[in-house]
């Protein structure tokens, strides 16, 4: 947007940072701008800072960023106590200066969450997601072994659940904004996504008991129904999907319980 | 400098199937003798990695990212094309390809493009088995879409992210491997440098970007898909973090780096708002198949809101130009055409230094015809991300587009089993320079980063190693990888160490300034050769006065962007070098001085080739060698979208 003199309005702005080495505890910095252009992306304010910082011969904040057009999932700052701040649907990347006031103090934090410990500043090590994923997040197809494609039709209702479910981008924001530090609805949207396609029944039991151990013992807390996370969620995940992990972790378990045979289980029918 | 493109002999159709029967083969029990790295992990490298540990191999994985889903695999919105012809409107394996051929402006190995085309439908049927999620109709079947060049629908897409989609399958195929302990995942590494062992690639040497540890891995072949080098423009529609300093160092190891100017300008993104940008959003090409490009016809009319202009003093200048294409026309040629019209002062939206440097995209017909809520339908995420960028409603008002760098066609050298000139390297994706030419045409670059990495390189990896014995590779201490381990931490203290005033980011920007100003849309010889002469003057300065804050042993955003900058710079002048020698117009290269009425005007005589570049040592320029394109089935005609 330009006002009528041609020049693009700017605000002057107030930062409270976070500042914290690995081990160490950390603390807020504070920092000003001057003049930062309503159309700059919440980064680029972040960028002007850290370039600031250099001019004063001063250590950067080190961010986790990547696309910057909300889809890779890396960016990931708590904004005034908001995981992506204040604007729903939409990722710190994403976020323009445009939504925030003249003067105001912006308070800038990492995610905070007991199995996303802070590497510096506001960066923080998610690689607990990646161990869900590998305990069971994927259908297993060999390269090479696919049938035809059109084999398999999955009718439009199912693809296109799936795919809402699918559109989780794995930033963590949710698990950022729940008071127990849940994954629920990040467990919840990956096993719906495969959960219920045609492709994936034939590992849904074993890969619903996978998940839910490894997102156990990565330290993420229990879903207690805040519906934080649905509130953050950049992509707008919603609840039910939880409740669909739920539904689906029992139907696992009095499955696995019948089928006992007083061996060890492993999961799975 | 040898370069064999070890095309098959036969006729077209049969090359690929004939040279597979004739690949060697490694025993089962064998192969987890064998350890490969593999760098990057979006669409070819994942892909590829899954492969190799599916088949028996003992595999290593390095990405800068956090994880292996973040690669920029993920951005792509609109597609991925494959010869199914599901929709019954006369597509085939022959016809994809002449399609990608000709898009590519008749630049590319003919016989990589078949083999491309040919594993195209192995790719739907792999991606869909992995569960990904593409678009259906109500029979439960796959759905298809057109896309930029092409006249069928052969584009299947997963709502506006089919790259997250598909990339979220690879990954997933990756993950199942890590968690089988078939792969280790090194997330947060950069690779630095390449080693070379009797002239063989022989392993890495990266830098742990949270610790700072500079280490040696040792392998018995390494496979770079680290993505295409658009950031050497700065403002592009890349991720931060997209680099070309591993194909690059492998470059400065000996490896010949083919068509760097070859670039491909994006028509659709949103234009450039000010100083401080840092990035330029795509929004998908599949929006041309429902939008409208138009720019008043009269300069006066440009200031004005859009919904101002008459119709009739509309100019839908790629509807006049190309009536059968239309706003379908290619990437390369909607583009030009749209720099066209705002040279002439015909652009649209704010002024950016004294020039409107955009043109509409309208959606007013298509709500007419099809309803707001079925253009919300297809497009309501793209719709979305305009509203927030820009503050607009593109349901209320056309979107304003510009073209934007999207992609890059050159890459490192590789002959038709990916494998580079130097043994033992093999490049897979955007990373390598193979398949499209002088121009891709959309929805073909997540066709060929799976095509390398699910269909290829796992048979001819394998072929590779079949003759290098098992157990051979040295060890991870020998004196080669010592050596790089030394030139790789003297890179990195020297840079600490200069301690001077402007930071990576202003020597980025002035990088951009240069490469968009005279080696962007619109190339001569005179701005090349400016151009050459400033990006040296600028790499001196560069190494006098950069600053870099922070330290090398825990996470350092500055010194990660100042190693890339570096060699960015030396990057930058070897493209612009391409540039001057490539004498003809072709695809996303364009050269004022060769051209008809507009249009890119080939020189076949003289320029049928590749141009493949050799590093000669620091401040030295390269050295350029070429691959002559043997067409054997394609007839080399003028493009022509008219």
Request: hydrophobic share 35%; proline share 4%.
């Amino acid at each position: 947007m330009v006002q009528d003199n041609g020049k693009e309005p700017t605000l002057a702005l107030k930062l409270r940072v976070w500042r914290q080495r690995r081990g160490q505890p950390g603390a807020f910095e504070e920092h000003a701008l001057p003049a930062v252009p309503t159309s700059a992306s919440f980064l680029e304010m972040m960028d002007m800072l850290n370039e600031q910082l250099i001019k004063a011969g001063k250590d950067t904040f080190a961010f986790d960023h990547d696309c910057r057009e909300g889809i890779c999932g890396m960016c990931s700052m708590t904004i005034n106590g908001m995981p992506h701040g204040p604007i729903p649907g939409v990722t710190t990347c994403q976020l323009h200066m445009r939504n925030f006031r003249d003067g105001e103090t912006i308070t800038v934090e990492p995610w905070r969450a007991r199995a996303f410990p802070v590497l510096k500043d506001l960066a923080v090590d998610r690689s607990a997601f990646d161990k869900v994923i590998q305990s069971g997040g994927f259908i297993t197809v060999r390269t090479g072994s696919a049938p035809e494609a059109n084999n398999i039709p999955v009718p439009k209702p199912i693809a296109d659940e799936a795919m809402d479910a699918a559109e989780c981008i794995g930033c963590g924001a949710c698990v950022a904004s729940c008071k127990n530090g849940s994954a629920m609805l990040f467990v919840g949207a990956k096993i719906n996504h495969l959960n219920i396609l045609p492709q994936g029944q034939a590992e849904r039991d074993r890969r619903t008991l996978a998940m839910v151990k490894t997102m156990d013992d990565a330290g993420f807390g229990n879903c207690t129904n805040y519906g934080e996370c649905q509130a953050h969620c950049p992509k707008s995940i919603t609840l039910d999907v939880i409740a669909k992990l739920n539904r689906d972790y029992l139907r696992a378990r009095v499955k696995e319980f019948f089928s006992s045979t007083g061996k060890p289980s492993k999961g799975g029918d | 400098m040898k370069l064999d493109p070890k095309t098959p002999a036969g006729p077209l159709a049969d090359k690929w199937n004939n040279h597979k029967a004739k690949l060697r083969l490694v025993n089962p029990a064998n192969r987890r003798k064998y350890h490969i790295i593999v760098v990057g992990s979006g669409l070819a490298g994942s892909a590829a990695a899954a492969s190799f540990a599916e088949m028996g191999y003992e595999v290593s994985c390095f990405c800068y990212q956090d994880s292996p889903r973040r690669a920029h695999s993920i951005a792509a919105q609109g597609g991925i094309n494959a010869a199914k012809n599901y929709q019954n409107d006369g597509d085939s394996v022959r016809r994809l390809f002449q399609d990608t051929i000709k898009g590519g402006d008749y630049r590319a190995r003919e016989a990589n493009v078949y083999r491309l085309a040919q594993v195209s439908t192995n790719i739907i049927d792999q991606c869909v088995a992995q569960g990904v999620p593409f678009a259906r109709e109500y029979g439960g079947l796959l759905a298809n879409r057109s896309f930029g060049g092409a006249q069928v629908s052969r584009t299947f897409y997963a709502r506006g992210q089919t790259g997250q989609q598909l990339l979220i399958g690879a990954y997933s195929a990756l993950s199942r491997q890590i968690g089988l302990g078939t792969v280790k995942m090194y997330t947060r590494h950069e690779m630095l440098d390449l080693v070379l062992v009797d002239g063989k690639a022989k392993g890495i040497v990266t830098r742990d970007l949270v610790t700072g540890a500079v280490e040696a891995w040792s392998s018995d072949v390494v496979v770079v898909c680290t993505g295409g080098y658009g950031n050497v423009f700065y403002l592009s529609t890349n991720a931060q973090g997209c680099n070309v300093t591993a194909t690059f160092r492998a470059h400065r190891r000996g490896a010949g780096f083919a068509n760097p100017c070859y670039t491909q300008i994006h028509p659709t993104c949103i234009p450039v708002h000010g100083e401080d940008q840092s990035k330029l959003t795509l929004m998908s090409e599949s929006l041309r198949n429902d939008g409208r490009v138009w720019v008043p016809k009269n300069k006066a009319d440009c200031a004005k809101p859009a919904s101002e202009v008459p119709e009739e003093a509309r100019d839908y200048f790629l509807e006049r130009k190309y009536p059968s294409y239309g706003n379908l026309a290619p990437r390369d040629i909607a583009s030009r055409a749209a720099k066209e019209v705002c040279d002439e002062g015909r652009g649209v939206g704010q002024l950016v230094d004294g020039q409107r440097l955009g043109v509409y995209l309208d959606f007013s017909a298509a709500i007419k015809r099809l309803g707001e809520a079925e253009v919300r339908a297809r497009y309501g995420n793209l719709f979305d991300m305009y509203a927030n960028i820009t503050g607009e409603n593109a349901y209320r008002q056309p979107m304003r587009i510009f073209p934007a760098v999207h992609y890059t066609m050159g890459g490192l050298w590789v002959d038709y089993n990916l494998q580079s000139n130097v043994p033992g390297l093999f490049v897979g994706g955007e990373a390598n320079f193979s398949d499209h030419g002088a121009n891709r045409l959309g929805a073909s670059a997540l066709m060929q980063g799976l095509a390398d990495g699910y269909f290829v390189l796992p048979y001819t990896v394998t072929d590779y190693l079949a003759g290098e014995k098992s157990g051979s590779r040295p060890a991870q201490d020998a004196p080669e990888f010592q050596a790089v381990v030394k030139d790789v931490n003297a890179r990195v203290a020297k840079l600490l160490s200069i301690n001077g005033t402007k930071s990576p980011r202003y020597y980025h920007k002035a990088l951009g300034k240069i490469t968009w100003g005279q080696c962007g849309m619109a190339r001569d010889k005179a701005g090349l050769e400016q151009a050459i002469r400033d990006l040296q003057a600028l790499r001196d300065d560069f190494w006098k006065n950069v600053k870099v804050v922070g330290s090398g042993e825990a996470l350092a955003p500055e010194l990660e962007r100042a190693g890339r900058v570096a060699d960015f710079l030396d990057f930058g002048i070897m493209m612009c070098l391409d540039a001057l020698t490539r004498e003809e117009s072709c695809g996303g290269h364009f050269r004022t001085e060769y051209q008809d009425a507009g249009e890119a005007k080939r020189d076949d005589a003289a320029f049928a080739h590749a141009a493949v570049w050799e590093w000669q040592g620091d401040g030295q320029l390269p050295a350029r060698h070429i691959e002559p394109l043997v067409y054997e089935e394609t007839q080399l005609s003028t493009r022509s979208y008219k």
